[in-house]
Nanobody, 116 residues
């Protein structure tokens, strides 16, 4: 089992910044892909950004150039730096750890609210 704990969410004005953190614990050996997803009210959960153990990254088009994902393997932590936030970024942000196509884990989520 893997436990994921997110933090760093909150209320921010449009144009502001937040940094989310996700700390992994438990059976984290061979966890390769870590990612951030978000779910706005009435919408499906969507990918925001992912990062592999080797440092390769992928971003949703809507956040490219504004968000940056990074990981610190020594601290078992993945970060999401969010700049130039927009009201459309308002959502619950979830951390996900993937070991294989058959095994993945989710955090409990952290609320991000961007006011206009």
């Amino acid at each position: 089992q893997v436990q994921l704990v997110e933090s760093g969410g909150g209320l921010v004005q449009a144009g502001g910044s937040l940094r989310l953190s996700c700390v992994a614990s438990g059976s984290i050996i061979s966890i390769n892909v870590m990612g951030w997803y978000r779910q706005a009210p009435g919408k499906q959960r969507e990918l925001v950004a992912v990062i592999t153990g080797g440092g390769s990254t992928n971003y949703a088009d809507s956040v490219k150039g504004r968000f940056t994902i990074a990981r610190d393997n020594a601290k078992n932590t993945v970060y999401l730096q969010m700049n130039s936030l927009k009201p459309d970024d308002t959502a619950v942000y979830y951390c996900k750890a993937t070991r294989s196509i058959f095994e993945s884990y989710w955090g409990q989520g952290t609320q991000v609210t961007v006011s206009s």
